[in-house]
């Protein structure tokens, strides 16, 4: 994991070093005067033998600096600090959601072969697989909001005529409950309603497959036949012990899905004019803004090793036979 | 003393990709109360099936095509899946053969215990906790505390099938199913069971049928034997009668083929032949094509049906058709 | 052993059995045929620029309508069917060799070279291509030759993980044993017997991920990243569409994507098909 680490880091180094034209340029504004460049050079120490800047850049990284991003203006850590909620509120919700929802039909459609569940999931995972996140999302804007004005429109997270709330941690949901402000809380949900829903798509078609799977599969086992001929009754066999055994596919897949939806984000941010880290790096590349791209790569890296640390442990909370 | 199941011409089939298998024809069965029945055939021959059907808990394909069985008066086939999810652990338990994988493994022993004590009763989890670590106590599980704590991979073959009969008899069931309980375990921890068995079969007065292909361990335990072979049964007795005098070809070539009948450095005795594939069940007895004693009239017509004997012996061969029916 | 044509004929038989992967396979073959001779069915030119025309609905001229400088929707689609699926051909063509090359090697050499590959594979995995799309992106700009590089780079992993599976469980099988007994040089072993069996699972593992390139190169092209104006591709196209689904011209946004999906079931079912004809043990 560590390795990881260090690889992105090298990596982001080496990035603006490759890039035709001077390091010390190219992470300023264009407009940026000869005194400021070579303010920067100082810092970055181009004169000096690589390894030197190497370390000098991994200092800097260790104490929090990631860099500066000349088209907002603002240093990188900055930006992260105020999108990531964002983010995190889109893609945490989205998961949720599919999971949820997913497991339940997956249960559904597992105890009821060819009954509505089974066709329904089904659907749903052709369409899952086959259409493009984006390419629903703006059906789905055009369904919804233009013609049924069921939604509001995709300006992010809450209409633009509106204060957000000031300070807090930035996860507008949590912030209107906990200040009682329920105009935001109506505001920020019906801004979530679709991007969310669009974004939990295609995985809730593969959590619904997946755990459809392994129920059938658990269904099949000597312990659940032990259980009812014990007498326990069937609901409860199934949705308390079949359902824990059952999930483990969907767990193995967790750390892919967290990847992918990492990926998904992206476009549902570019969509829905989403205020958050996904668009940030597609409009850094866009406007070849280079601080940021470098501070995204080290982020990348770092919720890989922190995403494969979470599953690790889920996976020891579920099953006892896991041990390190 | 009252018949506590009897079973009367039970015809169970599968529904396969290839055709419908008919892998029990005509089973005429009973057991009375406080009775050890030991239930022998080979691989094939219907002896789970029966007892899934007993318990309604076939798989998917099966189906129970015609036929009864009344446990305690009532017919089990027309109860209410509800009615019967209550007998289930209470009533009638089941006894599987693999242990380790017949314990949830994701789940401790002291909550699959206490799951199966609460189910049927209205108890709370403390006591019921403390009537798993008795139960435990009964079935010879040593250090019974730690072990309620433990999950089943910890546990040893011998050690997962006491706990597995701990949950069956907790309930105090009349009648306990064994399907193969000691197949899977090693000949010293089966001389165990065998034994925890037989004072279980003293203590209460449950019924049990205890499912095996090993007639050696059988008749340690049941006092009567029933011999099936390709889905109908063949035989039944007294099991000492029985292992001293069988009257069906079948049992007779299955007491010999066991080693332990066998004088050292002799051959061990096999039985010719295949067991009959359930899709086209032939006219006639189905060990016709493998019987050492058959006639003209074993390969057509129906088959022969289980006829009881003067001595009590009920058997299903035309050698003894000619005497009295029942 | 069956002779060549009989094995043909058993194929033949069980793939025309299966209904939907003969959907498939006419679905991609229709599209195969609008990459081949595309110009052909698009009569109005898809650059051709009619500002009297612009953000037209669909109409018995413009099937697909047209975009906001007036230009048939319908041409651009077929213009873009030959981008995009021009482009998928050859990402799945290269990775799936270089994922068959490395796959199969890495199995059959195993030890230390086969566990650094493969870690070198799961990290790869983990990384959306998107994300390895945009970072090569920055580096070396926009445009297909790095649309294509960075697919690569993401998709071969898939084929050498499914190569190198068969790999290690032919090297266990007693023939492969058997002829290194014999003294049987490992050029001879890998070309004759290890080839020929990873060969089927991989063709369908091919089939399979084309599908998924097709998105991937769709999604990139919208973000910006990849295929570029004033070249047609599908993802491009519906970028160029975005803006106008809040005013109502939802034909610019459906049309392409429509396409994007219809290519990607195709492919799907035409793999499915295939994975049931060349490897029935993985039958659902």
């Known amino acids: 994991m560590i390795l990881v680490l260090i690889g992105a880091s090298i990596l982001s180094f080496v990035l603006v070093r490759i890039v035709p034209g001077d390091p010390a340029r190219i992470l300023l504004p264009p407009q940026a005067k000869q005194e400021d460049i070579d303010r920067m050079k100082e810092k970055m120490g181009l004169d000096e033998p690589y390894i030197k800047q190497y370390s000098q850049y991994v200092k800097s990284l260790l104490k929090g600096d990631l860099g500066f991003s000349y088209h907002t203006g603002r240093s990188v850590v900055d930006e992260f600090k105020w999108r990531l909620p964002a983010t995190i509120e889109l893609s945490m919700l989205s998961l949720l959601l599919a999971a949820l929802v997913g497991i339940w039909l997956g249960v559904i459609s597992a105890t009821n072969k060819n009954g509505f569940a089974d066709h329904a999931s089904r659907l749903f995972s052709i369409g899952g697989i086959s259409a493009p996140g984006f390419w629903i999302g703006l059906l789905c804007i055009y369904v919804f909001y233009y013609k049924l004005s069921w939604v509001p429109a995709p300006t992010g997270r809450v209409n633009l005529i509106r204060e957000t709330a000031t300070g807090g941690s930035g996860f507008l949901l949590w912030d209107a409950v906990i200040t009682g402000n329920w105009d935001l809380f109506k505001d920020a949900l019906m801004h979530l309603i679709l991007p969310v829903f669009v974004l939990s798509y295609s995985f809730l078609a593969m959590i619904c497959r997946l755990t459809r799977t392994g129920m059938i599969e658990v269904s099949q086992q000597d312990y659940i036949r032990f259980a009812k001929s014990c007498g326990i009754k069937k609901k409860r066999i199934i949705w308390k012990y079949s359902l824990k055994n059952g999930i483990r596919p969907v767990l193995t897949m967790l750390g892919m899905f967290l990847a992918q939806l990492i990926g998904g984000v992206v476009f549902i941010e570019t969509v829905f004019n989403w205020p958050g880290i996904g668009r940030y790096a597609v409009d850094a590349i866009n406007f070849l803004d280079y601080g940021p791209i470098q501070g995204f790569i080290i982020f990348m890296a770092l919720i890989y090793v922190v995403t494969n640390l979470i599953v690790d442990l889920i996976y020891m909370v579920i099953d006892p036979r896991v041990q390190y | 003393m009252g018949k506590l199941l009897s079973i009367k011409d039970l015809d169970v089939v599968f529904n396969t990709f290839d055709g419908i298998s008919r892998v029990l024809r005509g089973i005429n069965l009973e057991i009375n109360e406080s009775e050890a029945l030991g239930l022998v055939g080979e691989t094939g021959s219907g002896k789970s099936v029966l007892s899934q059907s007993i318990m309604r808990l076939l798989p998917v394909s099966g189906e129970i095509v015609s036929g009864s069985i009344t446990f305690k008066g009532e017919n089990l086939l027309g109860l209410s899946e509800k009615r019967m999810e209550r007998l289930r652990g209470s009533g009638i338990s089941m006894i599987l053969q693999s242990p380790m994988t017949s314990l949830n493994p994701l789940f401790k022993v002291k909550d699959q215990m206490t799951e199966v004590i609460m189910t049927h009763s209205s108890i709370g989890k403390k006591e019921a906790l403390k009537k798993a670590e008795e139960l435990l106590k009964i079935v010879r599980v040593p250090e019974a505390r730690s072990v309620l704590e433990r999950y089943p991979f910890e546990l040893s073959g011998g050690m997962a099938q006491r706990v597995m009969i701990a949950m069956a008899v907790s309930s105090n069931p009349a009648l306990i199913i064994a399907d193969e309980p000691t197949t899977a375990l090693d000949v010293t921890v089966e001389k165990q069971i065998i034994k925890l068995m037989r004072e279980i079969m003293e203590k209460s007065n449950s019924s049990l049928i205890w499912i095996s292909h090993d007639l050696d361990v059988v008749k340690q335990v049941c006092e009567r034997i029933a011999v099936m072979y390709g889905g109908t049964i063949v035989e039944i007795g007294d099991a000492k009668e029985l292992l001293s005098n069988p009257l069906h070809p079948y049992t007779k070539a299955l007491i010999e083929a066991r080693p332990s009948s066998i004088k050292r450095g002799k051959p061990l005795k096999s039985i010719d032949g295949f067991v009959p594939n359930m899709l086209k069940v032939p006219e006639g007895c189905i060990f016709e094509s493998r019987c050492a004693d058959c006639s003209e009239r074993c390969c057509k017509g129906l088959p022969p049906e289980l006829i009881k004997l003067d001595n009590g012996r009920m058997v299903a061969c035309n050698k003894f058709s000619d005497t009295k029916t029942v | 052993m069956l002779s060549n044509k009989s094995k043909f004929t058993y194929m033949r038989k069980v793939f025309m059995s299966n209904k939907l992967s003969l959907v498939g396979a006419v679905i991609v073959l229709i599209f195969l045929l609008i990459v081949a001779f595309g110009p052909i069915f698009a009569k109005i030119p898809p650059d051709l620029i009619d500002y009297d025309n612009i953000l037209s609905s669909p109409s018995n001229t413009n099937y697909f309508g047209t975009d906001q400088y007036g230009r048939d929707l319908f041409s651009r689609v077929i213009f ?51 994300i390895v799309a945009m970072v090569l992106a920055t580096i070396m700009g926009g445009g297909i030759k790095i649309l294509i590089i960075a697919m690569l780079i993401s998709s071969w992993t898939g084929t050498a993980r499914i190569a190198r599976g068969e790999t290690l469980s032919l090297k266990q099988s007693g023939y492969i044993k058997g002829t290194q007994a014999l003294g049987g040089k490992w050029n001879y072993i890998l070309f004759h017997h290890i080839l020929p069996n990873v060969l089927p699972p991989v063709l369908v593992s091919a089939t399979l991920s084309f599908g998924n390139i097709i998105l991937n190169i769709a999604g990139l092209s919208f973000i910006g990243i990849g295929v570029q104006a ?15 689904i809040v005013t109502g011209q939802w034909w610019l946004v459906f049309f392409p994507g429509l396409a994007i999906v219809l290519t990607v079931i195709g492919l799907n079912l035409l793999g499915d098909g295939l994975r049931d004809i060349l490897d029935p043990r993985q039958r659902r």
Not at chain 3, 99 to 120: A, E, K, P, Q, W
């Open chain 3, 80 to 130: 873009g069917a030959r981008t995009s699926l021009s482009i998928g051909l050859v990402v799945v063509t290269f990775s799936t060799i270089l994922g068959l090359c490395v796959g199969t090697i890495s199995g059959y050499l195993g030890g230390s070279f086969d566990n650094f590959i493969m870690r070198l594979v799961d990290l790869l995995m983990a990384f959306p291509s998107v």
């Open chain 3, 230 to 244: 004033p070249l047609s591709e599908w993802g491009l196209i519906i970028s160029e569409g975005r803006e106008y």
